[in-house]
């Protein structure tokens, strides 16, 4: 009797079998918390920074608002010739205002004359703040009813004491010498106790 032959590599090993459906449910199950919470975690990284940014945006942007209201309000609230105000560091007091001047005497006695025709502000200034602070003439300007602006002439003008730095409670004189074309209508003053930026207190001169 003749033995069967075996076959030359062994019995055939059974094949692979797949991930049955049920265990990709549930690897996909456990997967999807996780993806979800990476997804989150990458929102926040990238929005936070920007939160922050539109925060201190709003911020500034509110700040400006209220410099600029402010600014806003002292210009329209308007002052007459001889009324004490407040604006700054300072209490200002503009008294008198002479127009068609053809010269002015300096320091020296010399004679300046006008290009046009000077008009003369005479003010003082009081400083009211608990420190040393600086006055600066060429902060305080007419304005004529067209809406042009007039610095003062300096070499006309006696107001070196606003030059100087006033103490608490210490006051200064001047007289600003405003060189205009004859015939210009000054409307009213801005008179300015903070920086040059600012518009000022408007005084009326009519």
């Known amino acids: ?20 459906t049920g265990k990709k449910v549930a690897l996909f199950g456990c997967a999807t918390p996780l993806l979800v919470l990476f997804l989150m975690v990458g929102c926040v990284a990238v929005l936070a ?7 201190e945006n709003t911020d500034t942007e509110a700040a400006d ?4 209201a402010d600014g806003e309000e002292d210009n329209e609230q308007a002052h007459e010739l001889g009324e004490t105000f407040e ?24 004679t300046q004359e006008a290009r046009g025709e000077y008009i003369v502000v005479e003010l003082t200034a009081e400083n009211t703040s608990s420190s040393a602070e600086y006055l600066e003439g060429s902060n305080q300007v007419l304005m004529d009813t ?13 107001d070196d004491s606003f030059m100087d730095q006033l103490n608490p409670g210490q006051a200064a004189e001047a007289t600003l010498a405003y ?17 040059m930026v600012d518009d000022g207190v408007r005084v009326d001169l009519g």
């Open 87 to 110: 604006h700054g560091s300072f209490e200002f007091t503009v008294h008198s205002i002479e127009e068609g001047v053809a010269g002015l005497e300096d320091e020296f006695g010399l």
């Open 146 to 158: 067209d809406g042009n602006m007039y610095e003062r002439d300096i070499s006309a003008s006696s």
């Open 65 to 68: 608002a209220d410099a600029e």
């Open 49 to 55: 920074p920007g939160g922050e940014e539109t925060a």
């Open 1 to 20: 009797m003749s033995t069967p032959q075996q076959p030359p590599f062994g019995p055939p090993v059974p094949p692979k079998q797949g991930m049955s």
């Open 179 to 195: 060189d205009v074309t004859p015939g210009t209508e000054i409307d009213h003053m801005l008179v300015n106790g903070k920086t």
